[in-house]
T-cell receptor
């Protein structure tokens, strides 16, 4: 069973479109994240939700809107896609409040905007 | 402003030898450090971690060393195996979020 799963794995779309990436975790974690891996390979946090509440919101254009319908799901909706949004997006989850707070990652969604 | 840096983009070692991956950080408020391993087309997977109150943590072939005065972290893999070939990310925790370096690609040659 996949612990953190994201769909789709690949997404090619045109500039100006709106798209969503879905993420689900079955680990019983209470915190979920979205990370972006840019062309320089850095993994940068975008958002973090704890029990469906937004707790971290980095400097991300407001075209990006996360939605957490329950603590097992964190979806990412992107409006008016731009060329610079092309990247690999990773969803992750963790259990907050324990010493060992490593995050578990999904396999990534490679978004290509053309 | 990158708070976590891995200055070597790649490293190549012979099977059986030691691999040493390095990581430098700038923020003295980091309280926890982690190493992740990533294969192509997969997400990063947790490898080993260390609290800021320790200077060494060992798990099988993997050892992480922390030098707080130098703000330097290293991962030692010994002996290296071809299956260790992957991208290794260093990460540091501050106020509940992980800050990642840009990764080092390790190639272990048979």
């Amino acid at each position: 069973d996949t612990a953190v799963s994201q769909t789709p794995k690949y997404l090619v779309t045109q500039m100006g479109n709106d798209k969503s990436i879905k993420c689900e975790q079955n680990l019983g974690h209470d915190t979920m994240y979205w990370y972006k891996q840019d062309s320089k390979k850095f993994l940068k946090i975008m958002f973090s939700y704890n029990n469906k509440e937004l707790i971290i919101n980095e400097t991300v254009p407001n075209r990006f809107s996360p939605k957490s319908p329950d603590k097992a799901h964190l979806n990412l909706h992107i409006n008016s896609l731009e060329l610079g949004d092309s990247a690999v997006y990773f969803c992750a989850s963790s259990r907050v409040g324990t010493v060992n707070t490593e995050a578990f990652f999904g396999q990534g969604t490679r978004l290509t905007v053309v | 402003d990158q708070q976590v840096k891995q200055n070597s983009p790649s490293l190549s070692v012979q099977e059986g030898r030691i691999s040493i991956l390095n990581c430098d950080y700038t923020n003295s408020m980091f309280d926890y450090f982690l190493w992740y391993k990533k294969y192509p087309a997969e997400g990063p997977t947790f490898l080993i971690s260390i609290s800021s109150i320790k200077d060494k943590n060992e798990d099988g072939r993997f050892t992480v060393f922390l030098n707080k005065s130098a703000k330097h972290l290293s991962l030692h893999i010994v002996p290296s195996q071809p299956g260790d070939s992957a991208v290794y990310f260093c990460a540091a925790r501050n106020t509940g979020k992980l800050i990642f370096g840009q990764g080092t690609t390790l190639q272990v040659k048979p």
